[in-house]
């Protein structure tokens, strides 16, 4: 049976895969990918709010704000920023090129995470299968930036 994170693991690639079909759409239209990331932005807000309003029922917003070990704070801070700027960046490149290319390419993200985990945290947890998994994920991003432009 699958665990709680996998469940959301798939519902997250359901809804990205969706999302981003119906943003390229958009994007190629008439809507500049700055509007387009500020009403995304919006939607978060409100669905944030709902989200916690039904169902954070003992989390307390400020409590946990204030309870952030100031060593975090700035990590906390850094992670909503490039998010933010990423989520932006995605919609970009949507719009100057389409969904499909910018999503192939945007694909290799894992390699950075594991790339920024080591640096930032020294924390390296691949091994011989994920790291041949990961390099096949760069050639073929290199493949789709080299010959699909």
């Not at 519902?11 to 119906?22: I, N």
């Not at 807000?45 to 989200?51: C, D, G, K, Y």
């Not at 003992?58 to 060593?71: A, D, K, M, P, W």
């Amino acid at each position: 049976m699958f665990e709680k994170w996998m469940l959301y693991a798939i519902a997250a690639v359901l809804l990205w895969g969706s999302s981003y079909a119906a943003s390229g759409f958009i994007l190629r239209s008439t809507i500049e990918p700055l509007v387009f990331y500020f009403f995304y932005s919006l939607a978060g807000i409100v669905t944030a709010t709902l989200v916690y309003f039904f169902r954070a029922k003992n989390i307390s917003l400020l409590l946990q704000i204030r309870n952030l070990e100031f060593t975090h704070a700035g990590w906390f801070l850094f992670a909503l920023v490039t998010s933010s700027l990423g989520a932006w960046m995605t919609y970009e490149a949507m719009g100057a090129k389409n969904a499909t290319l910018a999503s192939l390419v945007e694909i290799s993200y894992p390699l950075f995470v594991v790339l920024f985990t080591w640096l930032f945290f020294r924390d390296f947890q691949l091994h011989w299968m994920t790291f041949l998994g990961g390099a096949f994920v760069i050639v073929g991003a290199f493949l789709i930036i080299k010959y699909a432009s």
